[in-house]
């Protein structure tokens, strides 16, 4: 009985935690929600289960410590809320397709950024084949 006690007294005090959280994240002036969608160059079509991985980076173009990692849905969609004003390194991983890169400066608000996954090339080699 103690500690069904605990717990329901407990509990109001983690929510009222747990919602200053949010707020606080939700209204940080100098951070970002970044909406990403992951489609096909060639056909539009979205990529499921693709990784989109967010790397902070400094002024001299090196990654920081840490970084995020999103999933895609089955729309090609994912979201990150609370990125920090500043630049992002984003690579994107889906199989069968040529693993995406580039940096992009989080300065807004809202920013929505369409990825673009192309086929993988073929690979050449200064070895010639015996």
Do not use: C, W
């Not at 539009?44 to 990654?63: C, E, F, M, W, Y």
């Not at 999103?70 to 969609?77: I, M, N, R, V, W």
């Not at 984003?90 to 040529?98: D, E, K, S």
């Amino acid at each position: 009985m103690n500690v069904m006690r605990f717990v329901g007294r407990s509990l109001p005090i983690l929510l009222l935690v747990f919602l200053a959280a949010t707020f606080a994240s939700a209204g940080d002036e100098n951070s970002s929600i970044v909406n990403f969608t992951v489609v096909r160059d060639y056909n539009g079509k979205p990529v499921r289960n693709a990784s989109v991985i967010l790397h902070t980076v400094d002024n001299g173009g090196k990654q920081k410590k840490g970084s995020a990692q999103l999933k895609t849905d089955a729309e090609g969609k994912t979201t990150y809320p609370g990125l920090p004003y500043g630049k992002v390194r984003v690579q994107v991983i889906a199989p069968g397709l040529q693993t995406f890169g580039q940096d992009y400066d989080v300065k807004d608000k809202t920013m929505d950024i369409e990825i673009k996954m192309r086929r993988p090339t073929d690979q050449y080699s200064i070895y010639k084949d015996k």
